[in-house]
């Protein structure tokens, strides 16, 4: 079992350019969780997804970010028009989206905008 | 929505030591309470889970425990060893939905 799948591992992006980040769940996981941790904060959680669907996308910004989990393939957060505010560690967390089971988190991916 | 709050944000004890980190949460229909250690530079990784039916649980060194009543719950880590040094973040959640959580808990070993 692979775990939970992220990358890149480190993405530099110049201001205003596109970041496209990867997540592929453990296998056998349908749920998908989406965190941003800015550098010495907490986790501050930001959409979670099913299939083709969003289910909660409480915590995203309204403006330049998007998330999507396709029938096919990994779950993709897409951050257009990067800033500098959005340097951070994205991870993703999976799991079997009932109440008895905690997430599995990926190793995340540190975007840095210069 | 629901609030988790998390004291000390700082923590420093002598090796062998116990440590004590604490959580309070607002919503009262939360039932799932995990624990996550982080080192620098990784993932969170969870190390030990407690349930709303349930009212402590212990794996070796660490320990947790819930005050439904009160909406609290603690992790209590014994006989502290140098590798127990990261942030700690509790988290809470309610049926299937996100985990919300704490600010986290630099606990720091001192040999």
């Known amino acids: 079992n692979a775990g939970v799948m992220q990358n890149p591992r480190h993405l530099v992006r110049r201001r205003g350019q596109e970041a496209r980040l990867r997540c592929s769940p453990m296998k056998g996981h349908s749920h998908v969780y989406w965190y941003r941790q800015l550098p010495e904060e907490g986790l501050k959680f930001m959409v979670y997804l099913q299939k083709e669907n969003i289910i909660d996308e409480s915590g995203m910004p309204k403006e330049r970010f998007s998330a999507e989990f396709p029938k096919e393939g990994p779950s993709i957060l897409r951050i257009q028009q990067v800033v500098r505010g959005d340097s951070a560690a994205y991870f993703c967390?999976?799991?079997?989206?009932?109440?008895?089971?905690?997430?599995?988190f990926g190793s995340g991916t540190r975007l840095t905008v210069v | 929505g629901e609030n988790v709050e998390q004291h000390p944000s700082t923590l420093s004890v002598q090796e062998g030591d116990s440590a004590v980190i604490k959580c309070t949460y607002s919503d009262s229909a939360s039932n799932y309470f995990p624990w996550y250690k982080q080192e620098l530079g990784k993932r969170p990784q969870l190390i030990i889970d407690?349930?709303?039916?349930?009212g402590e649980k212990k794996d070796q060194r660490i320990a947790v425990t819930l005050n439904k009543t009160a909406k609290h719950f603690s992790l209590h880590i014994t006989e502290t060893q140098p590798e127990d040094s990261a942030v700690y973040f509790c988290a809470v959640r309610k049926g299937a939905q996100k985990l919300v959580f704490g600010q986290g808990t630099r606990l720091t070993i001192n040999p």
């Open positions: 407690i349930r709303s039916n349930v």
């Open positions: 967390a999976s799991s079997l989206g009932t109440e008895l089971y905690g997430y599995t």
